[in-house]
Nanobody, 115 residues
Framework: QVQLVESGGGLVQPGGSLRLSCAAS????????MSWVRQAPGKQRELVAT???????NYVDSVKGRFTISRDNAKKMAYLQMNMLKPEDTAVYYC?????????WGQGTQVTVSS
């Protein structure tokens, strides 16, 4: 069975940091592009960051310099390190695995940035 399980979300003050983790099972992890996608209330889903199977990185402009996506293929884990968090980063964050004609999603984890 395919499963993506996220952890690390929560409430943080502006300027603070969080690290989101995504544990994958049931897929050939190293063959997949891994992404983090977020959705705030009333807004469209937004692709935040992607790391390809070859290790290439891509970020939405609003998080460049603040967020870092990484992966550990041996552990079948993907991460999103979020620094200098802003209230506008508040959203549900989803882990996504894309490849081989498939698209898998985690359950989402809430990130709230508020003082």
């Amino acid at each position: 069975q395919v499963q993506l399980v996220e952890s690390g979300g929560g409430l943080v003050q502006p300027g603070g940091s969080l690290r989101l983790s995504c544990a994958a099972s049931g897929i050939t992890f190293s063959s997949y592009y891994m992404s983090w996608v977020r959705q705030a209330p009333g807004k469209q889903r937004e692709l935040v960051a992607t790391i390809t199977s070859g290790g290439s990185l891509n970020y939405v402009d609003s998080v460049k310099g603040r967020f870092t996506i990484s992966r550990d293929n041996a552990k079948k884990m993907a991460y999103l390190q979020m620094n200098m968090l802003k209230p506008e980063d508040t959203a549900v964050y989803y882990c996504n695995a894309h490849g081989s004609g498939h698209d898998f999603w985690g359950q989402g984890t809430q990130v709230t940035v508020s003082s």
